[in-house]
């Protein structure tokens, strides 16, 4: 079975400072992952997405992640943090292969930025 | 591109009454639609996946008579939640899925809360 564990509730900090949210995963086979960003009483928006093509994923608004295989994780950068970043981060992966999975939803990890 | 409204953003009802949230798909055909519930911090939760002009398949543990769901066409989902009580009270989301593509697009969500 498909799932994923964000290591940690909760990570603070400062406005300018690199951004790292941790994701593992477990999979039967090859996984399409994704990360989306809620902000509060709001939607989900698609940060970036990896489908089996390059392992460095760019996505929106400065993120990227890096699909690594061998350490099944999928971690979440940002080189420098901005305050309107302050939100729920949620690493999810699809629960079959190829197109047609449900989204099985990390625990969330929430982002802090302080000015 | 790939927009999804939801309809009410929020909405407040007696216990007992029956409350429907509008899903749509501004600009794309969503062949799947989803709908999800969340907790106060808590992570989305799958209740039910409905393909257009099909019956809807429900997550186990999910009331099928209480959480009624219509996909009447390839823009429009409806989630209508009879006989509400106070511990149906969550934020609902969908999502929306189009062709074989595996992205699903989110809705900004609808707060409910029943009295």
């Known amino acids: 079975a498909q799932s994923v564990t964000q290591l940690d509730s909760h990570v603070s900090v400062s406005e300018g400072t690199p951004v790292l949210l941790r994701c593992n995963y477990s999979s039967s086979y090859s996984p399409s992952l994704f990360w989306y960003v809620q902000h509060p009483n709001k939607g989900l928006q698609l940060l970036l997405k990896y489908t089996s093509a390059a392992t460095l994923v760019k996505g929106i608004n400065g993120f990227e992640a890096e699909f690594k295989k061998s350490e099944t994780s999928f971690h979440l950068t940002k080189p420098s943090a901005h305050m309107s970043d302050a939100a729920e981060y949620f690493c999810?992966?699809?629960?079959?292969?190829?197109?047609?999975?449900?989204?099985?939803f990390g625990k969330g990890t929430k982002l802090s930025v302080k000015p | 591109g790939a927009v999804v409204s939801q309809h009410p953003s929020w909405v407040i009802c007696k216990s007992g009454t029956s409350v429907k949230i509008e899903c749509r798909s501004l600009?794309?055909?969503?062949?799947?639609m989803f709908w999800y519930r969340q907790f106060p911090k808590q992570s989305l939760m799958l209740m039910a996946t409905s393909n257009e002009g099909s019956k809807a398949t429900y997550e186990q543990g999910v009331e099928k008579d209480k959480f009624l769901i219509n996909h009447a066409s390839l823009t429009l989902s409806t989630l209508t939640v009879t006989s509400a009580h106070p511990e149906d009270s969550s934020f609902y989301i969908c999502?929306?899925?189009?062709?074989?593509?595996?992205?699903?697009?989110f809705g900004p969500g609808t707060r409910l809360t029943v009295l």
């Open positions: 600009d794309f055909q969503a062949t799947t």
């Open positions: 999810v992966v699809s629960d079959q292969g190829g197109s047609q999975g449900n989204l099985i």
């Open positions: 999502s929306a899925r189009y062709g074989t593509r595996d992205t699903q697009y």
